[in-house]
């Protein structure tokens, strides 16, 4: 079973940085993603990172409004996943969730819905 779990989340004025950590366990696919999505109120859960594990160094993809503020890490040995968020702004707001699902075409990355497991999200505010 695999089992992702949130922590970091807080607030901050617009132009600080936040970094968020998933612990991350019981995935044993070769191939597989994990994601940082975006909730935010009355909205779907959109993918703002993720990374592609499918040979020795993952691939990673950033939504176009978070390229060059946010970055997708991973400790591997701890089993954690970690975003990196730079000059935050207030559209940035949201529940940050962790979510793992096994291979697909990263055309299609950064949809919520094809994700198969998730955490229960960290609360992100960014105040103008």
């Known amino acids: 079973q695999v089992f992702l779990f949130e922590s970091g989340g807080g607030s901050v004025q617009a132009g600080g940085s936040l970094r968020l950590s998933c612990e991350t366990s019981?995935?044993?696919?070769?191939?597989?993603?994990l994601a940082w999505l975006r909730q935010a109120p009355g909205q779907e859960r959109v993918g703002v990172a993720g990374?592609?594990?499918?040979?020795?160094?993952?691939?990673?993809y950033y939504a176009d409004s978070m390229k060059g503020r946010f970055t997708i890490s991973r400790d591997h040995a701890k089993g954690t996943m970690y975003l990196d968020m730079t000059n935050l702004e207030p559209e940035d707001s949201g529940v940050y969730y962790c979510?793992?699902?096994?291979?697909?075409?990263?055309?299609?990355?950064?949809?919520?819905?094809?994700?198969?497991?998730w955490g229960h999200g960290t609360q992100v505010t960014v105040s103008s």
């Open positions: 979510a793992h699902r096994g291979s697909c075409n990263p055309t299609v990355w950064s949809i919520g819905s094809l994700y198969k497991d």
């Open positions: 019981g995935y044993a696919q070769k191939m597989y993603w």
């Open positions: 990374l592609y594990q499918y040979r020795g160094r993952p691939d990673l």
